[in-house]
DNA sequence: AAAGTGGACAACCGCGATGGT
DNA sequence: TACCATCGCGGTTGTCCACTT
């Protein structure tokens, strides 16, 4: 990772030139100066804030001379010349701490800030986009399997281990890769791009309800969705095929490739069952949703989904994937969210998944318009105290409703959502955040994942530093520890490419 | 060596939230 | 209550640099 270039450069060398706006950069409309900082600029504002103190930007300019409209001013301090910056690269326990608050609270830049200290958002911004990017490009998940498995059953999914797959393994050491079957190609994939728009939570597809769970469901195009409900996460390699038709309600299966996929069947428990820090709520009978096994291509002359060439934003998302919301799949207004969740959402609004029958707990839509989708639908709240799936704003559910050309909600959907809104604190996300994460059980001292291995190679593997947020208590070292790596890695591994090393693909 | 391409970063823009009057 | 100023956030754009072709 490169730092400091336009600081060191860009900055200086504007500053060579002298006061005036660089060539080619028009001069600051309105008499206020755009461009790149000059060092004198800063220290200008260095000496205003060391006065005045931060806040009231405006002034700035009128108390200091600075051609700086406050904004900027701001920006450029908060970013830049505000003491205990920390410059440089992301430590690989940054870069996971990253991973997993972006699972859990999506595109809240500065929210995760706030856990990384000396990290702005901006930066944090600009290395998700363009890791997103290049995940993107390359067709591959966001989060390592073992992420979204351990976030699913952080929320209360079952996930039976994936006996005969490759990928999103188990706990368990790894065992050495099974002779059969071969891993696929590296092209294996899915066509690009790959793109995991803003989606409600996953929980949405998920109802619960013991009536839903025996409920039997037609399902729709038997070409594109099986019984089960299985989906995969990572879409890795191949696998032995699904388990024999698992009481479901959704269908959101589909075949990735002439290989069998890799499956793993969602299960979630009937009842509502407490927040448990440990990962299996392991009740009897649980119901089983399955997800379905989905690849990121649009079935052929199927659903025509709203997928963009990129994805760095939800904004993007938002328009072409649903600005309108008049346009059928184009009914996505929620922001972005934690991308795990938009992982399944995705899925199901991009065609992949089929809910074979209108749950009990699935009640008619009264609007369709997002004003009137109150969460009050349905009376039914068993997910709601069982999941808390990090949701998308303002999420409604008509990529589900549209699939089957039903017009309903899934009870709790909202619910969730909103609740989503409610977690204000960003202590309840990382405590949320954490208690999805098993207890350390390796050494302080972490190594790195492979997937972490930095293009650059400029990655520390150093001793790892401890994030010092107090309020939060977090330690990165449990984080990075917590998390089986050398496992991850095989899981996530679609190719001789890791997590940040695309050379095999790119 | 030059052109093309992508990555990394800084800065800007638009919008919503908040607080004061 | 309405209006305005300010602040903060998230998305986007622009620029520079390194690498590849």
Redesign the pocket.
Known sequence: ???????A???DAAAAKGAGP?P??APA?AGL?????TAAEDAILREYVKKHGE?????VQKNSGLN?C???C???WA??LRPNLKKG?FTPEEELLILHLHAHVG?????MAAHLPGRT???I???W???M??RQ?TGLPLYPPEMQRQFLLRHGYHLPPPATSSSASPDPPSPPPPPSPPPPPPALAFPQPTTFPSSPSPTAAFSSSPSAATASIPLLPQNYFSNGLFFQFPLSSPVSPPPPAPPQQFSLSRPVSPATPQWFALSRPVSPTPQSPLFQPQLPQPLRYNLGSFDVSPPPSFVQMPFVGEL?????LG?TGGGSGSDGFGLLRS??TGLLDDVIRDVQRGGEVRRADPLPELVPSTGGQDGKRDGHLGGNDVSEGSSIFSPAQGSVLEPLSMLDGSDCSINGIEMRSKATNEIGPAHDDISMLFDMIPAPTLPATTVAPDWYNS??GEISNGPSSVVTDDDMGLDMHQLASSYTFAHMNQDWDISPCTWSDMSGI?
């Open positions: 990772m490169k730092r400091g270039r336009a600081e450069s860009s900055a660089p080619g950069q409309t100066k755009k461009g790149p900082w806040g009231n930007w405006n002034a700086r406050g904004k900027s701001r920006l450029r970013n830049h690269a595109n809240k830049w500065a929210r958002d901006n930066e911004k600009n290395y986009n363009t890791r990017k290049r490009r760095p934003s939800s904004q993007m328009e922001s972005s293009d650059s790119c």
